[in-house]
């Protein structure tokens, strides 16, 4: 399968595996719109073709920070681009963290996480520094809310309970407005 076949075929994939993580291979064949066989001969069972999501997520997710960080050299930009990004994976976002959560993501994969994670901690302390961003919470605590409030949107979709294209809207307004101080006396 060309490359590019196959990220499509795995964004696909994780688009199932976050609206329902316990999806067989047909239904993650069906939903990615190939045959069984296809899905199959790609990956020859369910957890090598959930560990290759995993993966692509995690190259995203470090990716996307990598990029943040490279081209913008303001913290509030930054944390939007970052943003955008990341819900623009909130299935599979959801879905590695949820895998995460409950012990079944490798190793290896965390410690790949970690190198985004750092730097989305990175970009906060920046904001701090400067000024933009409350320090009243650490930069840890902020960017664990930020996952929370990805996963929250994750299943917010998933459920119905909000429209997949409310969820980017939503993170950012919730995110950026506990994240920012409300004027120059707020700590």
Not at 55 to 70: F, H, L
Not at 83 to 100: K, T
Not at 113 to 138: H, N, P, T
Not at 167 to 186: C, D, I, K, N
């Amino acid at each position: 399968m060309k490359n590019a076949e196959n990220t499509d075929l795995l964004e696909a994939a994780a688009a199932v595996l976050g609206r329902n993580p316990r999806a067989t291979m047909a239904e993650i064949a069906r939903g990615a719109s190939v045959g069984r066989a296809t899905l199959f001969r790609a990956y020859g069972t369910r957890e090598e073709l959930m560990c290759a999501v995993e993966e692509q997520t995690i190259q995203r997710y470090v990716n996307a920070t990598s990029a943040a960080v490279s081209r913008e050299h303001d913290p509030l930009g930054a944390m939007r681009k970052i943003l955008a990004e990341i819900c623009a994976m909130a299935p599979s976002y959801g879905f590695v963290a949820a895998r995460s959560l409950s012990g079944e993501l490798e190793p290896r994969l965390h410690a790949r996480a970690a190198e985004g994670e750092s730097r989305v901690i990175g970009i906060i302390r920046a904001g701090q520094e400067a000024g933009i961003f409350r320090v009243d919470l650490s930069a840890e605590w902020i960017s664990l809310s930020l996952s929370g409030l990805v996963i929250a949107a994750a299943d917010g979709v998933r459920t119905g309970a909000i429209a997949v294209r409310d969820a980017p809207r939503f993170v950012e307004q919730s995110f950026l407005h506990g994240l920012l101080r409300s004027s120059p006396g707020t700590p």
